[in-house]
């Protein structure tokens, strides 16, 4: 990770850490960078989600890029996946989706995607950061302004968010007729697209989280959060429901039973369906090392084995390229189809789920969890709180026979702690002694 740019792009709090002065800056790199990388106008396509500083950002990468003579492409509120979908589908130089994804409306962030609807290449991350470091005068010296007919344009793009709705509804192989289907929006960018998608199937659906006010985005509802859509659920009978986050490229369920339905279950499910289709490549996905181990076990009895990378769907995407896999994803949600997409998508995994729940039946059979228990300390020095960590956990996992996961989060100033075993006394315990040693170093 840089200064700027952690695991899923440059976040924090908006006005402090990540400021109206930051996009403008990014916006001239990327216009400078792309235009002349490709020996002309650059391309650029922004998005955003329903936090009150979007707009100052939004605003701020689109001077920007105009300033260094790109035209923008302004696909006002959408999900970080459309962004992905339209700009390799339009044939953008890059992709620029403005959000802090889970985190709270106070924080806000800028996230990076090529033209290939991925996340942008690490030694173009590098160059910004280095930019970034450059007073006024040296970084003018560098990426020089845009005159006359040179300069860039916006252009109101909400058609490119349109075809992106049309994809997902296109993706469905029956009608959802009869389903009842709740939807848990987290007042983000999926406000509005999910439930078009889904009445449009011709489900009948309950929405929450669909009442952005530009400060509740993820507030008591989303994916990281799932009481209401629970209650929403078991309170109105529903077959199934779903929930997002902030720019929707999570997605976590909650079944007709009020059963959640992490990453870990969903990657389950998807994999047996993908198989019975015959569209699971060599009979593996990827996951990560946060995934259950009873995730890898009961998929190892159907038939289907698993590649294990690092956290971050940055890493899921990398290896899936690398093996040929069709499916991978993450426990807390981004899961990743590659025949359709080559970034997690929450409302294509939903999509996905409710064809497994329309033609499987028996959506968790033969799947069994062990226990685990996950625990998220704040930090103010995360290489701090790290030191010695590894130690204390390798003693743990021999004395309380249980895997241990600590690991610094890439995009808030936490320390994330897993433990996972047969005994969910002994993972407690374990998370317990470690969140201490953690907390008694701030």
């Known amino acids: 990770m840089g200064r700027y740019f952690g695991t899923d792009g440059f976040r924090g709090e908006a006005g402090v850490t990540i400021t109206a002065e930051h996009a403008f800056k990014v916006g001239r790199i990327l216009g400078f960078y792309y235009g002349a990388r490709a020996g002309g106008k650059c391309r650029a396509l922004i998005g955003k989600d329903t936090r009150r500083s979007s707009y100052m950002l939004e605003y701020a990468l689109a001077a920007g890029l105009t300033a260094s003579g790109a035209d923008a492409y302004i696909l006002h509120v959408t999900t970080t996946p459309s962004v992905s979908y339209v700009a390799r589908c339009d044939g953008f130089d890059c992709g620029i989706m403005i959000s802090a994804s889970h985190n709270a409306f106070y924080d806000n962030g800028i996230k990076l995607l090529n033209g290939a609807g991925e996340k942008t290449e690490d030694a173009v991350i590098a160059e910004i950061e280095r930019l970034l470091e450059l007073d006024g005068d040296k970084f003018n010296a560098e990426i020089p302004f ?11 793009y909400v058609a490119g968010r349109n075809r992106y709705v049309g994809h997902l509804i296109s993706l469905a192989t029956c009608s959802y007729k009869g389903l009842r289907i709740g939807i848990d929006a987290a007042n983000g960018s999926a406000w509005q697209i999910a439930r078009s998608v889904f009445d449009a199937l011709g489900a009948r659906t309950y929405v929450i989280g669909d009442r952005p006010d530009g400060t509740n985005v993820n507030r008591g509802v989303g994916s990281t959060d799932v009481g209401a859509l629970k209650e929403l659920v078991i309170k109105n009978g529903l077959d199934i429901g779903f929930a997002f986050d902030g720019d929707a490229d999570r997605c976590i369920a909650v079944d007709g039973g009020g059963r959640v339905l992490t990453g870990d279950e969903i ?13 699971l490549a060599g009979d593996k996905i990827v996951c990560t090392v946060m995934s259950n181990g009873g995730l890898i076990k009961s998929l190892k009895t159907a038939g289907i084995n698993c590649e294990i990378c690092g956290v971050g769907d940055k890493y899921v995407c990398e290896t899936m390229q690398r093996t040929g896999a069709a499916l991978g994803g993450e426990r807390s949600g981004h899961i990743v189809f590659s025949k359709y997409e080559t970034t997690g998508d929450g409302i294509l995994t939903a999509v996905m789920l409710m064809e497994a729940y329309a033609k499987l039946g028996g959506l968790l059979k033969g799947y069994k969890a062990f226990a685990q228990v996950c625990e998220s300390v704040p ?3 995360r290489e701090r709180a790290m030191s010695g960590l590894a130690e204390v956990a390798a003693e743990l996992e021999k004395e309380l026979s ?9 995009t808030e100033r936490v320390i994330r702690v897993m433990a996972e075993g ?7 315990l374990a998370c317990k002694i470690l969140v201490t040693k953690i907390a008694n170093k701030n």
């Open 267 to 279: 990657l389950y499910i998807c994999a047996r369906y993908l198989k019975s289709r015959g569209e």
């Open 146 to 156: 845009a005159s006359g007919t040179e300069i860039g344009r916006t252009v109101d």
């Open 402 to 410: 249980v895997r241990i996961v600590v690991r610094p989060s890439g």
């Open 379 to 381: 930090v103010i020095d």
């Open 422 to 428: 047969e005994s969910d006394e002994n993972c407690s």
